[in-house]
Every structure is written in C-alpha cells, then in structure tokens.
C-alpha cells in the first residue's frame, strides 16, 4: 500500500531551509548537498511548520541596541543564527531569517512595528522567508540575482537586485560581497552605532571567538577558505562604507567597536597565512 502523505512546504531539519510545496518531503536537499553544507549523520531529515509549532520551539527577542533588535529561536534549530530587526521610522527591515514563526513571533513583531521589508544575507539564512514575508503584509523580500538558483520556494514577493549595491530605506543599503556565494550581501545601517554605522553581514565576514578579528569562509563547516582575490574584492566592496560595529549571525557574534579597522587587519592577517601555506 502507498503511503500518504500531506502537501505541506516542507523544512530541511539540517540547514532549516523551507522548499516548496510538495506531496510528502522533497527526495534531497540542494543547498546541504552543495559543498558548502552537509547532510545530518542521519541522512536527510524533513520537517514542517505545521510540526514545529507543536513541539518545543519559540522565539525569544533582545535588543541589541536602540533600533535594533535580535530574534532567535530556543532551542537551537537547524544552523541556529538569529534574525534582526532594523527599526526605522520609515518601516522596519528584517535581515536574514527563521525557521520559525508562530502567532506569538508575528503578535510580538508587530508591536515592534511590523516588518516593511526582508533582506537575506545567503540561501543558508532563506530558512522561512516566504512564511515570514506573507505574515507581513506580503513585505518584499530582496535578494542578489547571482543566488536566484538556490531559492527552493519561488515566491512573487522575492525581489531579485543587481549590481554592487541597493537602497532598500533611508539609510539602509544593501552591498554585494560574492565570495561564500555569488550572491552573498550585507546590510549597511548609516543610523547603527549611534550614527557611527553598523553592518549586518550574516557570516560573511564571520566574527572569530576573538571579537577583535573577522574571518572569511568559502564553508565553514567544512572548513574550505577563501581565495586571496575574494577576501581583496570583499574589503574592497566595504570600503566606501562607514561602520563602527559589525553584527555577525549568533549571539553573541558582535564586534563592537572599530569593526571597520578590524575588517581590513583581519583580512590581511588572513592572507598573509594564505601566502605563507602557499610557499609550503
């Protein structure tokens, strides 16, 4: 006898990216297969919205500073980075994603605001944008043209940019560094810091242990580094940009002050190794 299966849109348990709708879990996830992922010592493992909201999960919230505000889900799910939320008079922008959402999140969201708009900084973090964007008033969702392949839930909401660089509000600029993938991008906020700026960069560059150095990473749980070329363009990129802080994907992955300096001595330190492992 054939099973039966539920149409649901089904979640990667391993990176905690959504797909689209299908009858019964997707054969394979795309993005863990991708060498910059993996799949689970378990093989692959699918859940769904609809599952989660019944098991242990919820979302708790912190701020991080005026204006801003971390979201991140408890326990730990899939690759566990936390979402922020960028406040602004002129709507509020939610950088990079969760797996979770549940009437709780959206209530204690649109207390903060609501959500204007949805920036992701790679297919790592898409987790469960279409949900969160469609619980929002059908908010636009900006990603970089150069990751439009690894989109596993096509949506009329997502916004597909190109070029270097995006205005998505006042003061708020998106910025393509391609290097962990092709379409990776940052969010620039002219107000963080107080008015000394802040850049939101999801894991590229990665803030170390050491809170005073940056990294860079082609995989990180594979620990495949970046060219010389790559970390060069990425600076590069940076560099017409003010930026005292730098948020990265965790908690509590902040470098809080003199991040713009710390960008430009991490990124030479880490190609100074990589001519030294070269002579070897």
């Known amino acids: ?99 979770f959402l549940d009437d709780a ?56 940019w190109s070029g270097a660089t995006r205005q998505i509000g006042a003061g708020l600029t998106l910025i393509h560094t391609p290097g962990h993938f092709d379409g990776f991008q940052v969010l620039h906020w002219q107000s963080g810091a107080a008015g000394l700026g802040a850049l939101l960069t999801g894991d590229q560059p990665t803030v170390a242990a050491d809170r005073r150095w940056v990294s860079f990473m082609y995989s990180y749980p594979n620990y495949l580094p970046l060219s010389v070329a790559e970390v060069e363009q990425i600076v590069l990129a940076l560099e017409p940009f003010a930026f005292e802080r730098l948020y990265g994907a965790w908690w509590p992955s902040v470098v809080y002050t003199d991040a713009k300096q710390a960008v430009r001595r991490s990124a030479a330190r880490y190609i100074t190794r990589l001519a030294s492992a070269s002579t070897l």
């Open 105 to 160: 999140t959206i209530e204690a969201v649109r207390a903060l605001g609501g959500i204007a708009g949805i920036a992701i900084s790679h297919p790592h973090y898409y987790a469960a944008m279409v949900e969160w964007s469609r619980a929002f008033d059908n908010a636009p969702i900006y990603l970089h043209e150069s990751d439009q392949q690894w989109v596993r839930r096509p949506d009329p909401n997502i916004r597909f």
């Open 1 to 99: 006898m054939t099973p039966s299966f539920s149409i649901e849109s089904f979640i990667c348990v391993t990176c905690g990216v959504q797909h689209a709708e299908t009858q019964g879990p997707p054969r394979e996830c795309p993005i863990c297969l991708d060498e910059r992922q993996y799949v689970g010592l378990h093989g692959q493992q699918w859940t769904s919205l609809a599952e989660m909201r019944q098991g242990p999960w919820h979302n708790t919230f912190h701020e991080e500073e005026p204006g801003l505000v971390g979201i991140g889900t408890e326990p730990k799910f899939a690759i566990g980075q936390r979402a922020l939320l960028v406040r602004t008079p002129d709507g509020n922008i939610l950088w990079d994603c969760l797996s």
